[in-house]
């Protein structure tokens, strides 16, 4: 069926370093990727999302890039900060109503 | 600014017992889910529906209906608790954009201990 891997499941890095979470999608008809930002006790939120018409989007510290050969796109974070620290989820739609959601991965910003 | 609103931020029911999730989203959106959220496993998808008494099933929806009676309103039901029916469940809401959800909104989710 359909499936989204993301990795890694954790990730630790140091107060202004780069975060790079990666996803790999097993439906070819997929054709819109979002990405959710889950702080610890809060309700997950939308931070970006992509569509199969576009390679990559910045929006300021953040940037989503797309290779739809490859069936794998990947979140950027760059210059991190420590309210960066959450729960990252990518996930991937098109064929249907529905969004597949990778598993996770927790992002820890150390100061 | 788009509310979701789950009835309980904390649930505990017994094994057996028949538990009611209540959701209610006030933006007018077409589309409603329910997810189940579980430690390593990312969003699992139990059901949806995008429109009123329409009923998709999702991935998971083995234990569990759904009920939308209003635009608004949209309900899980556990038939009859068991343990591994213990997670965190978060409902989301969603214009129709076609095929494909637009930007989810959940809400602050329910975290239920069926004991």
């Known amino acids: 069926g359909e499936n989204v891997e993301q990795h890694p499941s954790t990730l630790s890095v140091q107060e202004g370093d780069s975060a790079v979470i990666k996803c790999t999608y097993s439906?070819?008809?997929?054709?819109?990727f979002p990405w959710y930002k889950q702080e610890l006790g809060k309700r997950p939120q939308l931070i970006i999302d992509?569509?199969?018409?576009?390679g990559e989007k910045k929006d300021q510290r953040i940037a989503v890039t797309l290779n739809k050969t490859a069936k794998h796109f990947s979140l950027h974070i760059t210059e991190t900060q420590p309210e960066d620290s959450a729960v990252y989820f990518c996930?991937?739609?098109?064929?249907?109503?529905?969004?597949?959601f990778g598993s996770g991965t927790r992002l820890l910003v150390r100061p | 600014d788009v509310k979701v609103t789950q009835s309980s931020r904390y649930l505990v029911k017994r094994t057996g017992e028949k538990v009611f999730l209540e959701c209610v989203q006030d933006?007018?959106?077409?589309?409603m889910f329910w997810y189940r959220q579980d430690p390593g496993l990312g969003l699992r998808l139990i059901y949806f529906?995008?429109?009123?008494?329409?009923?998709e099933k999702g991935d998971i929806p083995e234990g569990y209906s759904v009920s939308r009676e209003k635009k608004e309103r949209f309900s899980l039901i556990l038939e009859s608790a068991s343990t591994n029916q213990t997670s965190m469940y978060l409902c989301?809401?969603?214009?129709?954009?076609?095929?494909?959800?637009?930007?989810?909104?959940f809400g602050s989710g329910t975290q239920l201990s069926v004991l």
């Open positions: 439906d070819s008809a997929s054709n819109y």
């Open positions: 989301a809401s969603s214009l129709p954009t076609g095929p494909v959800g637009e930007k989810l909104f």
């Open positions: 992509i569509r199969s018409n576009v």
């Open positions: 933006m007018d959106h077409e589309n």
């Open positions: 996930a991937a739609g098109g064929s249907s109503y529905k969004l597949i």
């Open positions: 529906s995008y429109d009123v008494k329409m009923k």
